[in-house]
């Protein structure tokens, strides 16, 4: 990132070796297993993993002639300390934050919050992240890319094993089947990041505007809450409602428009990786069908009140609709033009859609292609 890029600076009032240690305590054990069980499970997530790279490419028209790199296996705390690392990577954090006492009250919130959602999660590419400490093996390597390039991937993939188990066994799947099905999903994102290096950067710029000090006073923070308030009639925005538009209320114009290009770009990726996941699905998963109308049910069943309250709080239902929205956008897209066509979304931050244009597909077909 070049010297006049934004510098994420909220990461340095967290404590987060002391958020993964909080995290990685509170969080839930998972679904009894034997130890045949876990093994079991962690090779054939490894090995699906890489099954899953090249449909993915070949669906996708991305990525040709890559490495295909090893995923990380990892439990709930095991992902909770790989959450933390990313995290202070991306907002950027020190190894020293500003003041004991608030770095350890920030880092223990934050530690609950990775706790709470270290239980659903499957997978995550994480493109900020490292392989923590273990050795990265590739495979097909690319013409010219070899252990003496010096060239080392960024990013990691994760999967985490008992919230696999956990799923399956609600679903009533084949665990072989719904182990690959997961990967086809979280390997587009590895293929999508790894197919254009700029998506991270990108990303990065985003959060750095989004997590920075303004320095607004207060009277600048509770007029745009007022103005916000006087237009909760207004015609709904699915990303200026609930908590996510009270998150806007308070936020300065740049941040507003940083947080636009995340969502937006969240919503491309979520519904790109689920439209993969469909057109690979029925070739590679025998039983796609059943999973995936099982999965969708999943998704749709009401909650618990406590956990609906989180689930809010946290933006999980935001998330589902990213896929919902993304998917629509990208089925529609590719139905019209072809992926070849669609593909020019990755070119660069101008190509992706607009926010308006991710519910009228046509709009960005006009503008872009």
């Known amino acids: 990132m ?15 070796g002391f958020a993964a240690t909080v995290g990685a305590r509170l969080a839930r054990p998972g679904p009894p297993a034997s130890s045949y069980t876990r093994t079991q499970v962690i090779e054939e997530l490894a090995a699906a993993s890489r099954a899953a790279e090249l449909p993915v490419r070949e ?23 790989a959450a933390t690392r990313s995290m202070s990577t991306m907002t950027g954090g020190t190894e020293r ?14 530690g609950a919050v990775l706790a709470f959602v270290s239980a659903g999660i499957l997978g995550q590419y994480d493109p900020f992240g490292q392989a923590g400490g273990q050795e990265r093996r590739g495979y097909l390597p690319a013409e010219g890319e070899g252990a003496d390039s010096g060239d080392t991937p960024q ?29 086809l999903h979280e390997v587009t994102h590895r293929v999508q990041f790894r197919a254009n290096p700029w998506l991270t950067e990108h990303m ?8 920075d000090d303004t320095g607004d006073g207060v009277t600048d923070v509770v007029g745009r809450l007022a103005e916000f308030v006087r237009n909760r009639n207004a ?3 699915p990303n200026n409602t609930g908590v996510l538009g ?83 956008f990208v089925d529609a897209v590719v139905g019209k ?6 593909n020019t979304v990755w070119s660069g931050p101008e190509t992706l859609p607009l926010p308006a244009e991710i519910d009228e597909p046509q709009r960005w077909i006009d503008r872009v292609l």
């Open 97 to 110: 934050p500003d003041g004991f006492l608030t770095g350890h009250l920030t880092g223990a919130q934050t």
């Open 235 to 237: 015609p709904a925005d």
């Open 59 to 81: 669906v996708t028209g991305l990525n040709e002639g890559a490495a295909v790199m090893e995923a990380r296996i990892v439990d709930r705390p095991e992902w909770i300390r």
């Open 337 to 342: 033009v072809g992926m070849e066509r669609f």
């Open 2 to 16: 070049s010297n006049s890029a934004p510098q994420a600076t909220v990461g340095r009032t967290v404590d987060w």
């Open 155 to 183: 990013g990691e993939l994760l999967l985490v094993w008992p919230n696999v188990i956990a799923v399956e066994r609600v679903l009533r799947v084949t665990p072989s089947d719904f182990r690959l099905w997961v990967c």
């Open 246 to 328: 009270l998150v806007r209320a308070v936020q300065s114009d740049a941040q507003r428009r940083a947080l636009d290009q995340l969502l937006v770009l969240g919503t491309l990726l979520e519904g790109h990786a689920d439209h993969v996941m469909d057109a690979v699905g029925p070739a590679v998963v025998p039983s796609v069908e059943t999973i995936r109308r099982r999965f969708n049910e999943r998704r749709e069943r009401q909650q618990p009140p406590l956990q609906r309250i989180m689930r809010a709080l946290l933006g999980i239902d935001a998330k589902i609709s990213q896929y919902t929205r993304g998917k629509a």
């Open 204 to 211: 990065s710029s985003s959060l750095a505007v989004l997590t």
